[in-house]
C-alpha cells in the first residue's frame, strides 16, 4: 500500500502518512487534519478509526484468528491457563517456570479484601443484580487501596493491577453469595485462581469444599476464552477514562458499566434467556424470522460480531467446552439441543450467510456457566471477572504511552445556530 493518503478539500490537496502494523489493515494517520483543513473525520461506532497503538491482542474478523502477544486463542485455550495469559497479556512473553511461579503466588498473595469492604455489600438489596453490585463495590476500590492510585508510579500501577486481578474473584463470589444470603467465604491460599473463585462461589463453611478439575479447567479456559478482545466497548471505556488520569479502580468500574450492556457482555446472559424463550427446537423458525424483520427489534444474542465476520474463535472452544462439561456433569441439557440447532439453521439461513453474523463467544457461555450452578445474572460477572485482565492490560499499556493523552472527540454539531436569549415575558 502507498505510504501517504491523499485529501482534496476545497480544491486543496492534504496528504497524510500511511502506517503499518505487524498485522492487519494499515491506517491513516489524520491527527494534522484538523489543524490543516479545519475539518473532522465522521465515524459514528469508530467502525473504521484505530483509536491506538497496540501489541497486546490482535483479531483478524474475516479469517476468525484471535492472537494474543501472537498466540492463537485456540492453542492458549488448549496449552495455556488463564494465570500464564494473563502474565503473558501484561508482560508481552510466555514466563519462565519461575516466573510463573513468582506471578502466582503474587496474585495468591492478594486475593483477599479490605475487611471493611463487606459492610459496603449490605447497602444493597439482596435482588440487586451482582452487576450492579460489582460496579459499586469495585468503584469503591480507590477509598481502601489509596496506597496504589499514583498512575505516574510504575510501582503503584503494578500493585494496584496485581490487586485488581487478584480480587476479582473474591469480589465476584461475594456478590454471588450476598444475593443468595449465604456467608462470604474467606480465599484459600492452597488453591489455584480458579479452584478458589469455585470454592468462594460454590463452598459454606459448614463443610469442606472438593473443587471438581473437569469444572476448574473449564472455567480456566473460559476465562482465557474472556480475557482481551483489543479495543471493544469497554476496552475503549477504560481507555478513555484512564486517559484522564484516573485511578484504576475507578477505570476498572467504569469497563464493568460498559460490559453490562445486552450488546456487549451482557449478550451472554440475555443469550441463554432468548434460548429459553424459545424453547424447543420446532420454535427456532419463529425467532429466526423475527431476527430477520426490520420492523422487530429482536435480535439474535450471541449471533453477530462487529469484527468477526466469520466465526469468533472463542465460540468454537466455547462449544467444545460445553459438550465436555455437560457430559461430565451427567446434564442432558434440552437448551444445548435448541442451541446446536439454532446455530445450525441460522448458518444455513441467507440473511444471516450474507450479513455474515456467525456465533460470538456469548453464544454457548451460558450453557455451560448454567451446567455448573452459576445463575444467569451471574454469567456476565464472570466476563468482567476474566477481561479485568485485558482491562488491566490495556490500561498499562496505555499509561505506560509516551505519547499518551486525553480522548476527547469531536462531533459533527447538527443543532441551532447562536441566537440570542429571549425572556420568558416575550415567548
Ligand atoms: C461481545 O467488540 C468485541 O470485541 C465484543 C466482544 C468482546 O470480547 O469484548 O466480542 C464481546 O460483545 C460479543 C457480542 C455480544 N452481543 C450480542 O451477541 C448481541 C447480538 N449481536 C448484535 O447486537 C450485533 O451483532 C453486535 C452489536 C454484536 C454487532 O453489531 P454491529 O457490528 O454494529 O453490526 P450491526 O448492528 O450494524 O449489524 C449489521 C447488520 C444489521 O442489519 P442491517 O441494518 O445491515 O440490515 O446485521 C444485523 C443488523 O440488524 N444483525 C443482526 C444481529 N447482529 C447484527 N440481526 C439479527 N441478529 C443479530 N444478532
Known amino acids: 500500500m502507498a505510504d501517504t493518503a491523499e485529501f482534496t478539500i476545497e480544491g486543496e490537496k492534504y496528504e497524510y502518512p500511511v502506517l503499518s502494523g505487524s498485522c492487519g489493515p494499515d491506517v491513516i494517520d489524520i491527527r494534522k487534519l484538523y489543524g490543516d483543513a479545519n475539518v473532522f473525520t465522521f465515524d459514528p461506532g469508530f467502525k473504521a478509526t484505530a483509536s491506538c497503538e497496540s501489541g497486546l491482542t490482535f483479531i483478524n474478523g474475516r479469517e476468525g484468528v484471535l492472537l494474543h502477544r501472537g498466540y492463537p486463542i485456540d492453542q492458549l485455550a488448549q496449552q495455556s491457563s488463564f494465570m500464564e495469559v494473563a502474565y503473558l497479556l501484561l508482560n508481552g512473553e510466555l514466563p519462565s517456570k519461575d516466573e510463573f511461579e513468582d506471578f502466582e503466588r503474587t496474585i495468591t498473595l492478594h486475593t483477599m479484601v479490605h475487611e471493611q469492604l463487606k459492610t459496603l455489600y449490605n447497602g444493597f438489596r439482596r435482588d440487586a443484580h451482582p452487576m450492579a453490585i460489582m460496579c459499586g463495590v469495585v468503584g469503591a476500590l480507590s477509598a481502601f487501596y489509596h496506597d496504589s492510585t499514583d498512575i505516574t508510579d510504575p510501582e503503584q500501577r503494578t500493585i494496584a493491577s496485581h490487586r ?26 492452597s488453591l489455584s485462581y480458579v479452584g478458589n473463585f469455585l470454592r468462594m462461589t460454590f ?19 473460559i476465562f482465557i476464552l474472556h480475557a482481551d478482545h483489543e479495543q471493544n466497548a469497554s476496552t475503549s ?15 476498572i468500574a467504569a469497563g464493568i458499566a460498559c460490559l453490562w450492556g445486552p450488546a456487549h457482555g451482557g449478550a451472554n446472559e440475555a443469550a441463554l434467556r432468548m434460548l429459553h424463550e424459545i424453547g424447543t427446537p420446532d420454535q427456532i423458525g419463529k425467532y429466526i424470522d423475527r431476527a430477520k424483520d426490520k420492523d422487530d427489534p429482536f435480535r439474535l444474542m450471541g449471533f453477530g460480531h462487529r469484527v468477526y465476520k466469520n466465526f469468533d474463535p472463542r465460540a468454537k472452544v466455547m462449544k467444545e467446552t460445553a459438550a465436555a462439561v455437560l457430559e461430565e456433569l451427567g446434564v442432558d441439557d434440552p437448551i444445548f439441543d435448541v442451541a446446536r440447532e439454532l446455530e445450525q439453521i441460522a448458518l444455513e439461513d441467507e440473511y444471516f450467510i450474507e450479513k455474515k453474523l456467525y456465533p460470538n463467544v456469548d453464544f454457548y457461555s451460558g450453557v455451560i456457566l448454567s451446567a455448573i450452578g452459576f445463575p444467569t ?51
Do not use: H
Not at 469480589?171 to 444475593?179: D, E, F, H, V
Open 377 to 427: 445474572t451471574m454469567f456476565t460477572v464472570l466476563f468482567a471477572l476474566a477481561r479485568t485482565v485485558g482491562w488491566v492490560a490495556q490500561w498499562n499499556e496505555m499509561i505506560s504511552d509516551p505519547a499518551q493523552t486525553i480522548g476527547r472527540p469531536r462531533q459533527l454539531y447538527t443543532g441551532p445556530e447562536m441566537r440570542d436569549y429571549t425572556p420568558i415575558g416575550e415567548r
Open 203 to 221: 463452598g459454606v463453611p459448614a463443610e469442606d469444599y472438593r473443587v471438581n478439575p473437569v469444572i476448574e479447567r473449564a472455567m480456566d479456559r
Open 164 to 189: 485488581m486481578i487478584a480480587k476479582m474473584p473474591t469480589i465476584a463470589a461475594m456478590a454471588y453469595k450476598y444475593s443468595i444470603g449465604q456467608p462470604f467465604l474467606y480465599p484459600d491460599n
Open 237 to 251: 471505556t477504560v481507555r478513555l477514562a484512564g486517559s484522564s488520569g484516573a485511578n484504576p479502580f475507578a477505570c
